[in-house]
């Protein structure tokens, strides 16, 4: 067993444990640009070595859409065969793997594996910089109709 991977996740459970609040912003050529509000909960397992993450979001626009769900996200953060890993299942059926590919402070990378029930989606990136109060993030990615760029980014607050 990989102590270090071991003491990097129990770091991540204590930072990205609660419940989050804020706005986002998403962006890429193939959408119309919009904000968005946020909740995204993350909740550690005392027993296991994985947190369960569940992630919503509501247009924040002026058009017909606003306050409709943009986005609906949830999985897990685990270890396992000493390495971290970000399994996503989403609303529009789309599952992803990432792997933790970096960490320096409180921002972890993470890289796309292979996609599943997506073949527009060539590489995808979630970056997330974090302190005791504030989570923001990123996510990048690559398709075949555009090159690898920021697709989300996000400001969020603990709320509890």
């Known amino acids: ?12 459970k204590r930072l990205f444990a609660g419940k989050w609040t804020g706005e986002g912003f998403a ?28 992630q919503k979001t509501w247009y924040k626009n002026d058009t017909e859409k606003n306050g409709h769900t943009v986005f609906w996200d949830a999985g ?10 970000l399994h996503s ?13 970096g960490f320096e402070g409180n921002v972890y990378t993470f890289n796309s594996s292979p996609l599943s029930n997506d073949p527009k989606l060539i590489r995808s ?11 923001s993030y ?3 990615m690559g398709t075949h109709a555009a090159d690898f760029q920021n697709h989300l980014s996000a400001q969020l607050t603990k709320s509890n």
């Open 1 to 12: 067993m990989d102590y270090k991977m071991q003491n990097v996740l129990a770091e991540m």
């Open 27 to 54: 962006k890429f050529p193939t959408i119309d640009d919009t904000a968005y509000t946020e909740q995204l909960e993350f909740v550690s397992d005392e027993y296991k070595d994985a947190i369960f993450f569940n």
């Open 76 to 85: 897990f953060i685990f270890l396992k065969e000493d390495r971290i890993h």
């Open 89 to 101: 299942a989403q609303v529009g059926g789309r599952m992803e793997i990432y792997d933790l590919a």
């Open 125 to 135: 990136q979630r970056i997330f910089t974090i302190d005791d109060r504030t989570l």
């Open 138 to 140: 990123q996510l990048n």
